[in-house]
């Protein structure tokens, strides 16, 4: 693979043709290991001359908010330096120059802003429902699999199985076992073909990981924040909403508040942060789980407005449906208000409408009466499309009218994504989530374990 990945970067300095392999816009593990084993595949089965070229669909900076794959890479011993990144290949201009053929795989449709490359698109690989019908000669191939993954490794074995080694095996293995939830059945992500690609890659390389030691430590590695700054810890996992003008940011923080409030130069950073991003506030949800195993929840807002700050504050400590029970942690941080969060089943989904309450009564207070003139900020309202775009960061659905995510497959039975019926849409399957269903089955444990003794 690293001599594939360097010949790869050696065409980039040239003026060819590239057949390009694309990764989705998430780009985790799963679409990031589906677009280098598959481009490795069709280089290594294609006529001579042809140049397959993985590209990551992120820029280079943002790999590290991915800890599972920075993880994964270096254990595969895979260097991040021979990786081509979004921003390290002009696509488009390939494409005016006729130099470009396009095959997506862990996705199959393009955003806006890249709608003219779509003509150029000849095949699709992915394991989501079709939104968008595409005609010869595009050839198109989607099964509703676990892992896009999985379709990789079938492809491989079926069409040229001499050209996998223990390197690209191990590469498609954890990923598929990540994507599935180690393949538990409790779960129901994991299909029979999942199982089966998995069951024949262990087959063919016995020395493989145990699945849930791989698991273990992919999952580790994705809640990991040790060595990231503060601004990469809140893009890691980060939502945005808007209203009337007021730009909020949510993120997921996996470690305890108190430690993350004593990094330095905290209040700097997250100043540097609003105005880089032009937040007008941010909302820090820590989550992590204690020494007992229990789930622990806390929760900062960080906004240099008073009276918007107050407001958000005192909506949130007296909300009931649900009732957050927010009990004040001491803070001489300037511009921010820290909780203890007692209600600890209130996840950040659950979250959002308080929020959106709290910016409602805030607009309210801020009626403009009778007879005077309306004025409106538009510099806060021409919003920055390019950056709400950047990876980690996901519009709130129905706030937007502009950045709607697209619909996704049904919920499969015993999904980890609760309250959801089969017949709604599926959420992006979050580190959030995860962890909501770790915390759901430490209580069922606790539970147990309570009637047990009685």
């Known amino acids: 693979?690293?001599?594939?990945?360097?010949?790869?970067?050696?065409?980039?300095?040239?003026?060819?043709?590239?057949?390009?392999?694309?990764?989705?816009?998430?780009?985790?593990?799963?679409?990031?290991?589906?677009?280098?084993?598959?481009?490795?595949?069709?280089?290594?089965?294609?006529?001579?001359?042809?140049?397959?070229?993985?590209?990551?669909?992120i820029k280079r900076s943002e790999l590290p908010l991915r800890g599972d794959s920075v993880f994964f890479l270096q254990k595969i011993h895979i260097p991040e330096s021979l990786l081509i990144f979004r921003d390290e290949i002009d696509l488009h201009a390939l494409h005016q120059a006729g130099q470009l053929t396009l095959i997506l795989v862990d996705h199959h449709v393009l955003p806006r802003s890249d709608a003219a490359l779509e003509e150029v698109v000849t095949e699709v690989l992915d394991h989501r429902p079709i939104e968008q019908?595409?005609?010869?000669?595009?050839?198109?191939?989607?099964?509703?699999?676990?892992?896009?993954?999985?379709l990789v490794t079938e492809r491989i074995l079926k069409g040229a199985p001499e050209i996998l080694d223990r390197q690209i095996a191990a590469l498609l293995h954890g990923t598929i076992i990540l994507d599935c939830v180690n393949m538990d059945v409790k779960i129901g992500k994991a299909t029979l073909k999942d199982n089966k690609y998995?069951?024949?890659?262990?087959?063919?390389?016995?020395?493989?990981?145990?699945?849930?030691?791989?698991?273990?430590?992919?999952?580790?590695?994705?809640?990991?924040?040790?060595?990231?700054?503060?601004?990469?810890?809140l893009r890691k996992d980060q939502k945005t909403?808007?209203?009337q003008g007021i730009k909020v940011a949510i993120s997921a923080i996996?470690?305890?508040?108190?430690?993350?409030?004593?990094?330095?130069?905290?209040?700097?950073?997250?100043?540097?942060?609003?105005?880089?991003?032009?937040?007008?506030?941010?909302?820090?949800?820590?989550?992590?789980?204690?020494?007992?195993?229990?789930?622990?929840?806390?929760?900062?807002?960080?906004?240099?407005?008073?009276?918007l700050r107050m407001t958000i504050c005192g909506v949130l400590e007296h909300a009931d449906s649900p009732s957050l029970k927010l009990t004040p942690v001491t803070s001489t941080l300037l511009n921010?208000?820290?909780?203890?969060?007692?209600?600890?089943?209130?996840?950040?989904?659950?979250?959002?409408?308080?929020?959106?309450?709290?910016?409602?009564?805030y607009l309210d207070s801020m009626t403009i009466p009778s007879g005077q003139p309306e004025t409106v900020d538009v510099s806060r309202e021409q919003v920055d499309k390019e950056e709400l775009d950047r990876a980690g960061t996901s519009l709130i659905p129905g706030?937007?009218?502009?950045?709607?995510?697209?619909?996704?497959?049904p919920t499969p039975m015993n999904s980890l994504v609760d309250e959801c019926p089969l017949d709604l849409e599926l959420p992006k399957l979050s580190a959030e989530a995860i962890f909501e269903k770790c915390s759901q089955i430490s209580r069922s444990q606790s539970t147990t374990a309570s009637l047990s003794k009685k």
């Open 399 to 409: 706030l937007s009218q502009d950045e709607e995510e697209p619909p996704l497959p």
């Open 1 to 57: 693979m690293e001599d594939y990945l360097q010949g790869c970067r050696a065409a980039l300095q040239e003026s060819q043709p590239l057949h390009v392999v694309l990764g989705n816009e998430a780009c985790d593990l799963d679409s990031m290991v589906s677009a280098l084993a598959l481009a490795f595949y069709l280089a290594k089965t294609t006529q001579a001359g042809d140049v397959f070229v993985p590209v990551l669909n």
């Open 254 to 307: 996996y470690m305890d508040l108190e430690a993350f409030l004593q990094r330095s130069s905290l209040i700097t950073d997250l100043h540097a942060f609003c105005q880089t991003h032009n937040y007008d506030v941010l909302v820090a949800m820590t989550i992590f789980f204690n020494t007992q195993n229990d789930p622990v929840r806390q929760l900062a807002i960080f906004c240099p407005h008073a009276a």
């Open 198 to 233: 998995v069951e024949k890659l262990e087959a063919l390389f016995p020395d493989l990981p145990k699945r849930n030691d791989i698991f273990d430590s992919l999952q580790k590695a994705k809640f990991d924040v040790s060595g990231l700054t503060t601004e990469q810890m």
């Open 133 to 150: 019908k595409r005609c010869p000669p595009c050839h198109v191939s989607v099964e509703l699999v676990g892992s896009c993954s999985t």
């Open 336 to 361: 921010l208000q820290a909780y203890l969060q007692g209600n600890t089943q209130v996840s950040r989904k659950k979250f959002l409408p308080l929020l959106e309450e709290a910016l409602s009564a």
């Open 241 to 243: 909403i808007f209203r």
